[in-house]
C-alpha cells in the first residue's frame, strides 16, 4: 500500500536549487519522525534530513547541513526537502520515510517509504 509519496525530482545543474515534496497518507500524517534519505547506485541508503511532529527537531546529515533545508506541514500531510547549493555527489534517489517509533537518523527506525524519486545532479 502506498503511505507515502515523493516529487520533484529530475536533472539539474550544480548550484540549482531543487525542491522535493513527500504527500503523505491520513495514517502516517501524525507520526513521531518524518525524514528524507536517498540513495545511490551500488550504495547502501543513507540519512539526509529528520524532523520531529512538532518541528521543533530538525537534523541534517554533515554532507547536506547549511544547504537543505526540511520542512514539515501536518495539516496538509506534506514534507518538504529544498536543495540549495547542490553537488554532483547528491545525485542519488531520494526516499520519504515515516518513523512511528522514535526520532532516529537510521532508516530501521522508519515504517513507512515512498517510492523514491531521481535527483541527478550535473557539474
Known amino acids: 500500500?502506498?503511505?507515502?509519496v515523493e516529487s520533484g525530482g529530475g536533472l539539474v545543474q550544480?548550484?540549482?536549487?531543487?525542491?522535493?515534496?513527500?504527500?503523505?497518507?491520513?495514517?502516517?500524517?501524525?507520526s513521531y519522525c518524518m525524514g528524507w534519505f536517498r540513495q545511490a547506485p551500488g550504495k547502501e541508503r543513507e540519512f539526509v534530513a529528520a524532523i520531529?511532529?512538532?518541528s521543533m527537531s530538525i537534523a541534517y546529515a554533515d554532507?547536506?547541513?547549511?544547504?537543505?533545508?526540511?520542512?514539515r506541514d501536518n495539516a496538509k500531510g506534506m514534507?518538504?526537502?529544498?536543495?540549495l547549493s547542490l553537488k554532483p555527489e547528491d545525485s542519488a534517489?531520494?526516499?520519504?520515510?515515516?518513523?512511528?517509533?522514535?526520532w532516529s537518523k537510521s532508516?530501521?527506525?522508519?515504517?513507512?517509504?515512498?517510492?523514491?524519486?531521481?535527483?541527478?545532479?550535473?557539474?
Open 1 to 4: 500500500q502506498v503511505q507515502l
Open 14 to 30: 550544480a548550484v540549482a536549487p531543487l525542491g522535493l515534496s513527500c504527500a503523505a497518507a491520513v495514517r502516517t500524517r501524525s
Open 52 to 54: 520531529s511532529w512538532s
Open 63 to 71: 554532507s547536506v547541513k547549511g544547504r537543505f533545508t526540511i520542512s
Open 79 to 83: 514534507v518538504s526537502l529544498q536543495m
Open 93 to 102: 534517489v531520494y526516499y520519504c520515510g515515516a518513523s512511528d517509533t522514535a
Open 107 to 123: 532508516s530501521y527506525d522508519y515504517d513507512y517509504w515512498g517510492q523514491g524519486t531521481q535527483v541527478t545532479v550535473s557539474s
